[in-house]
T-cell receptor, first 113, second 113 residues
Framework: QQQVKQSPQSLIVQKGGISIINCAYENTAFDYFPWYQQFPGKGPALLIAIRPDVSEKKEGRFTISFNKSAKQFSLHIMDSQPGDSATYFCAASSTDSWGKLQFGAGTQVVVTP | DSGVTQTPKHLITATGQRVTLRCSPRSGDLSVYWYQQSLDQGLQFLIQYYNGEERAKGNILERFSAQQFPDLHSELNLSSLELGDSALYFC????????????FGDGTRLSIL
């Protein structure tokens, strides 16, 4: 059973455009929500993370929006670049489960020149 | 470079065999997590160790076992290998556990022939 549902499965965006990836969860005990970026042949790299006490966090061109009541969070990639072409995973964990991450299924992002 | 080292990068073996995957966490990190990534199951949590002690278990098969040594490196042992065990195996480490950033190695690609 997928505890974190991620959409879309893939998306194509033009250079300079905005990429938006959405995730939803059911477990209200989740208290840490990271996003990872993965390139072929590499491990997932931590991109940005948020905790439920804030509704938005921005780091450079990457922004997480968090809606606690809807149990949803999303990643926005502004001014998308060809180098952003990768697979993105949302994840969630709870302190009472020792931080094990539950991952979404992943979104393959392709940024066209 | 995440600072997490996994060896070997690739492993090719036959059904019924046993293999050992090794992980060296980032300097100062006490927690080690193991994850399996496959096309049909995505990224799945297997097991976590904190300072030498097992803390959390996921859907890890009984044929799989792990341990964390006093120098904090960890090994994942896979035995009686089946074709379906072919996957990428990732190790991640964090300073502590429960809502701490996890940093991933580049994985071991296991191919069962």
């Amino acid at each position: 059973q997928q505890q974190v549902k991620q959409s879309p499965q893939s998306l194509i965006v033009q250079k300079g455009g905005i990429s938006i990836i959405n995730c939803a969860y059911e477990n209200t005990a989740f208290d840490y929500f990271p996003w990872y970026q993965q390139f072929p042949g590499k491990g997932p790299a931590l991109l940005i993370a948020i905790r439920p006490d804030v509704s938005e966090k921005k780091e450079g061109r990457f922004t997480i929006s968090f809606n606690k009541s809807a149990k949803q969070f999303s990643l926005h990639i502004m001014d998308s670049q060809p180098g952003d072409s990768a697979t993105y995973f949302c994840a969630a964990s709870s302190t009472d489960s020792w931080g094990k991450l539950q991952f979404g299924a992943g979104t393959q992002v392709v940024v066209t020149p | 470079d995440s600072g997490v080292t996994q060896t070997p990068k690739h492993l090719i073996t036959a059904t019924g065999q046993r293999v050992t995957l090794r992980c060296s966490p980032r300097s100062g990190d006490l927690s080690v997590y193991w994850y399996q990534q496959s096309l049909d199951q995505g990224l799945q949590f297997l097991i976590q160790y904190y300072n030498g002690e097992e803390r959390a278990k996921g859907n890890i098969l009984e044929r799989f076992s792990a341990q964390q040594f006093p120098d904090l490196h960890s090994e994942l042992n896979l035995s009686s290998l089946e074709l379906g065990d072919s996957a990428l195996y990732f190790c991640a480490s964090s300073v502590a556990s429960g809502g701490q950033p996890q940093h991933f190695g580049d994985g071991t690609r296991l191919s069962i022939l």
